[in-house]
């Protein structure tokens, strides 16, 4: 009996060990500040970084963040480099064929980025170019909105390059998510003389029901784990605290 209860205890022992020693591997983008990037120590962060940690405390697991570039998210989250993706990546119906999805863990608006004053609808890009990140939502719209109205849509690896393009001339607007263009260029030296042009842009059809995180199609194990811990934060204040280190407004949405 005591020899069982020793082996028990034993077994009690790494099994509890193997719970706290739990890994889960979160891909995302590190060239989409305010919500990622690397920083000057090298370590990754953003907003998109700080809720991934606030998410694996809430359910108790170590975080590891590796890096990926965003159109090859989804391919890499199939082949298991990483068991989820938070990127900002928006909750649509051609993504949900690919994957599956948590609630919304945000959801805010495209603009346009312009030269100030610039007016904006669907025919002002006609012979121009706009730049949006490449395998994103921005991509889709503007190449059916502008695209069939004669605008060029160039597609960018990562989204600040489409800033720097944007201030040599080299595009005429960049088309992003609104929080990225206003933290990562409109507030910078380099954003003098730009500015959001014409309206909000929050097309379901294209943007979804807002930012989630993604999982391997048929993993509703882990939508469900990550979906408790978003609630948790959200109740906690973790949420509003990782919020309010990166931005002056509710970034969660109606």
């Not at 940690?53 to 809430?58: D, H, Q, V």
Request: with cysteine; proline share 4%; hydrophobic share 40%.
């Amino acid at each position: 009996m005591k020899k069982l209860l020793i082996a028990s205890s034993l077994a009690l022992s790494f099994a509890g060990a193997f719970a706290q020693a739990e890994t889960l591997r979160i891909g995302v983008d590190l060239n989409y500040p305010p919500f990622s990037k690397q920083g000057a120590d090298g370590k990754p962060q953003g907003f998109d970084i700080d809720m991934a940690y606030a998410l694996c405390g809430a359910m108790k697991v170590t975080c590891q963040i590796v890096p990926q570039d965003f159109d090859g998210l989804i391919p890499a989250l199939n082949t298991n480099k990483f068991d989820a993706i938070l990127s900002s990546m928006q909750i649509t119906e051609e993504r949900l064929k690919a994957v599956d999805f948590t609630h919304k863990y945000y959801n805010i608006p495209s603009r346009i980025v312009a030269r100030a004053g610039a007016k904006v609808d669907q025919n002002s890009f006609k012979g121009k170019k706009i730049g949006v990140l490449r395998a994103s939502t921005q991509e889709k719209f503007a190449k059916d909105f502008w695209g069939k109205s004669g605008a060029t849509i160039v597609s960018y690896n990562k989204s600040p390059e489409s800033f720097l393009d944007l201030k040599a001339g080299r595009v005429d607007a960049v088309f992003v998510d609104g929080a990225v263009g206003d933290q990562d260029f409109l507030k910078t030296p380099q954003g003098k003389g730009f500015a959001f042009s014409g309206p909000n842009y929050s097309d379901v059809k294209y943007f979804g029901s807002g930012a989630g995180i993604a999982v391997k199609k048929g993993n509703k194990a882990l939508a469900q784990r990550l979906n408790k811990a978003i609630d948790t934060i959200r109740a906690n204040g973790a949420y509003k605290k990782v919020q309010d280190k990166y931005f002056t407004f509710d970034i969660y949405g109606n």
